[in-house]
């Protein structure tokens, strides 16, 4: 499922689907929102020149020809490194309650605050740390900041994520970094046809990637893609080989990524697509060290929808005690409580079962703030409970609940921090997220 972030880029309001980005697949896409104007940029950012993406056509794979399209980047692999690495990928799931996402921000295209968000600092990771919670995903693009020829990663855009990751670090966070969106290279091309160049291009930035944060202990995970868009079992094979490159990638740089757990995402991050197309993990050479990854923004009515359309109505209430006996075309009509048990408890047979972890790494309902009154006030209780009943089934069902924060702090918006002021917004979400992960 996608959502769509208002764009504040050069002070033009622009509108793009993906969860930081553009692309299709997953569900129907919505507005959303960041509505927080930009800030200045720090030494680090304002050294950064963002480049146009560009694509080039490709063929089928094998591993020996991606050397056809990219320098090899993995230049002093080191043997591999355990120390502070013991923690394998269901002990590492243990110490993970609640996690938050930095959304509209370092994936965003043009740039950290093209979207309207300030830079990341310090200050914000310790006030999540202090508010409760453990871990935070940082969505991340690549390519705007890569060579479209030789696929070489900025040297400062590098050294900016290390900075951030270990500032989270730092705040005794646990730390998940992927390719977000970044254009839809990859995500919205999961075929055959594109196949060998993407896997090309997946290695070069993984072995740069891997490299530059090779020294940080279990607190940092890598994750291999976003929502990458697939329908059929012809995809799922080519989506298998993309997790496949990003594993042997990232463990051939050695060091402490011998034994990293590394998170892989389902088709279209959907949890649907993913219990009837997921055939397997990656081959891995290091044990127990893998996690799966599914989104969840159901129902759509009631998390994502703008506007009454002809074929249904928004929902502005869910839950139990919480549909309006006056508004009832307003009330949803499906995925309710029973919708999100039984879906979550197939997570867990298909991956938690068997040992492997499964990270939520996004859901979240948007604020209405459009309605007022009562309308608004069961709204807010609902959705409290929404989020209040996702983490604690998540956590019931072994999966680690990551909330999308776009940033935006208006109406259609998700923001429970006002990242400017470093501050608490939404006191009834972080309650209700605390109150799910029993904290």
């Not at 310090?122 to 900041?145: H, N, S, T």
């Not at 929808?305 to 549909?323: I, N, P, R, T, V």
């Not at 702090?409 to 209700?432: E, H, M, P, V, Y």
Request: net charge negative; hydrophobic share 40%; glycine share 8%.
């Amino acid at each position: 499922m996608k959502i769509i972030n208002l764009l504040f880029l050069s002070g033009v309001l622009a509108i793009t689907s993906g969860c930081g980005g553009g692309g299709g697949g997953g569900g129907s896409n919505v507005p959303g929102s960041a509505s927080v104007p930009p800030s200045s940029s720090s030494s680090v950012s304002s050294a950064l020149t963002v480049t146009s993406a560009t694509q080039s056509s490709s063929s089928t794979i094998s591993t020996s020809s991606t050397a056809a399209f990219y320098p090899d980047y993995n230049k002093n692999p080191l043997p591999a490194d355990a120390v502070g690495m013991q923690s394998n990928a269901v002990q590492l799931a243990g110490k993970i309650k609640l996690g938050w996402n930095i959304g509209n921000t370092m994936e965003a295209i043009g740039g950290e605050t093209a979207w309207g968000n300030p830079q990341v600092s310090k200050e914000l990771m310790q006030l999540l740390k202090a508010k409760g919670f453990d871990a935070v995903r940082i969505p991340l693009a690549w390519d705007q900041y890569a060579n479209q020829q030789t696929a070489e990663i900025s040297a400062v855009w590098l050294a900016r994520v290390k900075q951030v990751v270990q500032y989270a670090v730092e705040s005794d966070m646990y730390v998940l970094i992927n390719i977000h969106w970044d254009g839809g290279w990859l995500e919205n091309n999961v075929v055959s046809a594109k196949q060998e160049q993407n896997n090309a291009k997946q290695k070069a930035f993984w072995e740069q990637i891997a490299t530059e944060l090779r020294d940080f202990d279990e607190h940092l995970m890598f994750a291999s893609a976003n929502e990458p868009n697939v329908e059929s079992a012809e995809q799922m094979q080519v989506l298998l080989s993309y997790h496949q490159t990003f594993v042997d990638t990232v463990r051939a740089t050695g060091g402490k990524n011998a034994y990293r757990v590394l998170v892989v995402q389902g088709p279209s991050t959907d949890i649907e697509k993913t219990n009837k197309l997921w055939p397997q993990m990656p081959v891995d050479t290091a044990t127990n060290r893998l996690m799966s990854e599914v989104h969840f923004y159901s129902p759509y009515n009631f998390v994502l929808m703008s506007k009454d359309e002809s074929w249904g109505k928004q929902a502005y209430y869910w839950g139990k005690g919480f549909h309006s006996p006056t508004d009832v075309e307003h009330n949803p009509t499906w995925g309710e409580e029973d919708y999100i048990d039984t879906w979550f408890k197939a997570m867990k047979t298909q991956f938690v079962d068997k040992g492997v972890p499964v990270l939520l790494g996004e859901f979240g309902a948007m604020r209405r703030t459009n309605l007022t009154g009562d309308a608004l006030s069961l709204h807010l209780a609902g959705r409290a409970y929404y989020h209040k009943y996702v983490v604690q089934q998540a956590l019931v069902n072994g999966m680690l609940p990551f909330y999308w924060d776009n940033g935006g702090l208006d109406n259609f918006s998700s923001g429970i921090f006002d990242r400017k002021q470093n501050t608490i917004f939404d006191q009834q979400t972080l309650d209700a997220l605390l109150q799910g992960a029993g904290k």
